[in-house]
């Protein structure tokens, strides 16, 4: 496709991690348009100078630059969108405050010991945080970062998901099961947090009676939450499979899963 028909698209908050996508598609085309390619970089020049170009777009270019492998063009982008944001937005800033951490995870730094930039929108950098801890296996340092999640923010579900987590890293199911109730999620309204009660429940409770309880829990929810996501269901059953594979409930809940797959 000809560059031209982008031209009469309206620029959004999008267009410029657009234009950097079609710059990307039309470089790795066995033939590339190189005349597009001209008029797409004098595009991006153009919008790239404009200083009404929001710093959501500049936030949109840089992702696409991330999974491109440009990450020092994408940490420029970043720096951008920040100088552009004057009113600091949450929902801006912690965008941009993900895209970062992903830039820093793919860069290799391991040094989490203090803030990245002051910019992060909290709860965002919590949750990168705990993913890059997690990456490298600190169980112990992740459940510090999210137990301070979970206080400065003690509403936010996703900090006690990585309270939990972080808590089985280390083997703790106790405390694993205590994040989980101090999450006050009701029963079946959250996938993620019943699979940590049922994987609690082989590894901690035993069979006892719970995990069969669990089990329907767990598919009650998959069913009202995620009943056309197959690939979470496939994704549940195999976690449970490796933790417990000779169990009758788990290989009938994995049975049920593959039925549901084929519907």
């Not at 029963?187 to 994987?199: A, G, K, M, V, W």
Request: with cysteine.
């Amino acid at each position: 496709m000809r560059f031209d028909t982008w031209k009469a698209v309206e620029v959004t908050n999008a267009f410029l991690g657009a234009l950097y996508a079609l710059k990307w598609a039309h470089s790795s085309a066995f033939n590339p348009d190189h005349q597009s390619l001209v008029e797409i970089d004098s595009e991006i020049s153009t919008i790239s100078r404009n200083e009404k170009t929001s710093s959501a777009s500049f936030a949109s270019a840089a992702e696409v630059l991330y999974f491109n492998g440009e990450l020092n063009k994408a940490k420029q982008l970043l720096d951008t969108a920040l100088r552009t944001e004057k009113k600091t937005r949450n929902i801006i800033v912690s965008w941009v405050g993900s895209i970062w951490l992903w830039v820093e995870t793919k860069n290799q730094h391991r040094n989490c010991s203090r803030r990245p930039r002051r910019w992060v929108f909290r709860t965002g950098w919590y949750i990168g945080r705990c993913r890059l801890l997690e990456g490298h296996h600190s169980g112990g340092e992740m459940a510090v970062v999210a137990k301070e999640l979970t206080i400065t923010s003690y509403q936010f579900v996703p900090g006690y998901i990585e309270r939990c987590k972080a808590a089985l890293l280390m083997r703790e199911w106790a405390v694993a099961m205590e994040s989980l109730e101090n999450s006050e999620v009701n029963d079946s309204s959250n996938p993620y947090i019943e699979l940590f009660r049922t994987t609690h429940a082989i590894c901690f409770a035993g069979y006892n009676g719970s995990l069969t309880s669990s089990l329907k829990t767990l598919q009650r929810s998959l069913e009202e939450n995620e009943a056309a996501n197959h690939a979470l269901w496939a994704k549940v059953a195999g976690i449970l499979t490796r933790i417990s594979a000779k169990d009758r409930n788990v290989l009938i809940f994995a049975k049920f899963v593959e039925f549901s797959a084929k519907k």
